[in-house]
């Protein structure tokens, strides 16, 4: 919980990690790579006092996690979202084992989220079946860029893809995290491409698909399929810490994503470890649309802040919220989903 | 690539430039075209040229042997963006007078060795990711040219709309209204490269396929344009944000300026 200014404000961190990217753990220079690529991003947008040693920030405790999310973090619950990266890492860089086993000590504290992957066909599918089961999945995390054996990715519109998602709707598993990255198949299309989410929104309308990172680097087609697909939410993680180094940039993105979507479907996180949970909290509640850009894109609102902040995710996962800090009924929905995309030519 | 745009006359950001001759530096000679010309070519999502972005690491130049050496924001950058960037800068290069050999390398790239030698090979990307893409670049580069033509249109209706225009206005103008200046220039120059009309009459609002926007819709229009240009706008800034990051000093190549004769 935190509280400025006599606002209180519920948080749910909608992307944490608790990964392992220590060399010990690489198996091979894809796994190096792949988190000094991480690190990268950590150290270029964290204010220098937050920039954690590399090796820290490689293998951390869980009692890092732990003081950093909810001691200092002000996180009500976070949600474990798992990057498997089998063919990176020995052991797999953040499992829904490795998440669960430390959720399962802190009863409360976290929403524990599984993966599946399309690619290994019916026995991954049972697979699946038990993974649910076993951690009463409400939630999925999919990396389409994943890379596994010959294959560089895949999409949400690949036959196999429906399959697992039908399962999903079957057994209750209705949050879709999807995570694009710089591979895909095929390798010659744009890998960024959110096009596949928005046909598996379509198709599977009593899911949500929440894109991570709200579709950056492609803000715009994310931007388009949400105002059409009244089942696409955006995860501002990554999006965040650009508060610090580019507010103004960070302005204009939630100001583009308030218009099209609305706050109604936008969910804060942090993508812990990469970073803290507690400079966001504290910047994104302080934070104010810049004057100049006032008539365009209207201004913050602790409403709107509290919805982004923990409401929204709590919507989709069914949590408790203490009744403080709920709002009023007011919606806040963006642009009319029905009429705007059929009369808007494509640029 | 096109050659022939605008460019910074040597090294850009951090570049290394060696060349085999003493003389008035990187300006003038074979050096000189050679960093104009990688000037001309451009990162294909974030419509800005090589040199400007400081991905271009080093030049060497040696008794008509180019060498030139591409460096990205992160190891894991899409690959079929860093292939057209590899790609383009070995034609571009290719074309100069006086060039005999030129040799383009990704560095610091997961992909590194196979565009790199598929490139130079001259495989398309095709033959080069056999089984893993199912076509030529063409088709993307293509997708990557309408964001950035969209996102200069952006650029002219936010000034024509500073200037008291309302959106409905813009409908109306043509090419030949447009302010004189680099703006105009450089969206003219996307729309040619388009292949759309650049005549003095053409509408200014035009869609993707090149038809006007009428004036009831040119609101919508307009903010869709705008969404593209904070898109790109924003990616321009992360990977500038995370190539300074990656090669901060100390780390991976660094500023080495040679000289011509």
């Given amino acids: 919980m935190y509280e400025k200014d006599g606002e209180r404000y519920y948080i749910v961190d ?139 990715g895949y999409k949400l519109s690949d036959p ?50 929440i894109v991570e990172h709200c579709g950056l680097p492609r803000l715009e087609d994310f931007c388009w399929i949400g105002v059409q697909e009244p089942n696409v939410y955006g995860g501002l993680a990554v999006a965040m810490p650009f508060i610090h180094t580019r507010p103004r940039w960070f302005a204009q993105v939630l100001g583009e994503l308030l218009y099209w979507l609305g706050a109604d479907r936008l969910l804060w996180a942090s993508d812990y470890a990469i970073w803290h949970p507690k400079w966001l909290v504290e910047k994104f509640v302080d934070f104010a649309i810049p004057e100049d850009m006032v008539s365009e894109y209207g201004q913050l609102t602790p409403d709107i802040k509290r919805k982004i902040l923990g409401l929204n995710a709590a919507r989709l996962y069914n949590l408790d919220v203490p009744a403080p800090v709920s709002v009023s009924g007011n919606s806040h929905p963006g642009l009319d989903v029905s009429e705007t995309p059929a009369v808007v030519p494509a640029p | ?39 001309g070519v451009r990162d294909p999502e974030l419509d800005e040229s090589v040199t400007d972005l400081g991905f271009v690491a080093d030049v060497i130049v040696a008794g008509g042997r180019v060498d030139v050496a591409l460096r990205l924001p992160t190891y894991f950058c899409a690959p079929n963006f860093a292939w057209l960037m590899v790609n383009d800068a070995a034609a571009a290069v290719g074309t100069i007078p006086g060039v005999r050999e030129v040799q383009v390398r990704l560095v610091d790239h997961f992909a590194a060795d196979e565009i790199n030698t598929g490139v130079s090979e001259g495989q398309g990307f095709g ?35 500073a200037g008291g225009a309302t959106p409905g206005d813009l409908s109306q103008r043509r090419l030949g209204d447009l302010p004189p200046g680099a703006d105009t220039d450089t969206y003219l120059q996307r729309r040619a490269e388009l292949g759309l009309d650049v005549s003095p009459e053409a509408p200014f609002l035009v869609d993707k396929a090149g038809a006007p926007v009428s004036p009831e819709r040119a609101t919508p229009y307009v903010r869709r344009l705008r969404t593209i240009a904070v898109s790109i706008e924003g990616n321009t800034g992360f990977c500038r944000g995370l190539l300074a990051t990656r090669y901060s000093a100390g780390q991976g190549p660094g500023q080495r300026v040679g000289r011509d004769r």
């Fill in chain 2, 1 to 39: 690539m096109i050659p022939g745009l605008p460019g910074t006359a040597a090294g850009g950001a951090g570049t290394r430039v060696v060349a085999e001759e003493g003389g008035d530096g990187a300006r003038t000679g074979l050096t000189g075209a050679v960093m104009a010309a990688l000037a």
């Fill in chain 1, 14 to 152: 909608g992307h944490i990690h608790f990964w392992d990217g220590s060399p010990e753990n690489q198996a091979n220079k894809y796994g190096k790579g792949f988190i000094e690529c991480f690190y990268d991003y950590h150290r270029n947008l964290s204010p220098p006092e937050w920039v954690w040693p590399l090796d820290k920030f490689e293998k951390y405790t869980e009692q890092d996690l732990m003081t950093d999310v909810f001691d200092d973090g002000y996180v009500d619950v976070g949600i474990f979202q798992p990057t498997y990266l089998t063919d990176f890492y020995k052991k797999g860089f953040n499992t829904t084992e490795d998440d669960g086993a430390i959720a399962e000590k802190h009863p409360g504290k976290f929403v524990v989220n599984g993966a599946f992957d399309p690619r290994l066909g019916e026995p991954g599918l049972e697979d699946f079946e038990r993974l649910v089961a076993r951690w009463g999945l409400k939630g999925v995390k999919l990396y389409t860029a994943e890379w596994r054996g010959d294959s560089r």
């Fill in chain 1, 160 to 209: 196999w893809a429906r399959r697992y998602l039908e399962k999903c709707a079957e057994l209750g598993v209705r949050n879709i995290h999807v995570h694009k990255g710089p591979t895909i198949w095929p390798l010659n299309r744009d890998a960024f491409d959110v096009a596949d989410i928005d046909d598996a929104a379509t198709n599977f309308p009593e899911l949500n698909f």
């Fill in chain 2, 127 to 161: 033959a080069t990711f056999a089984g893993l893409a199912d076509g030529e670049l063409d088709e993307l580069r293509q997708v990557f040219r309408r964001k950035a033509l969209a996102a200069r249109q952006d650029r002219l209706c936010r000034t024509l709309l």
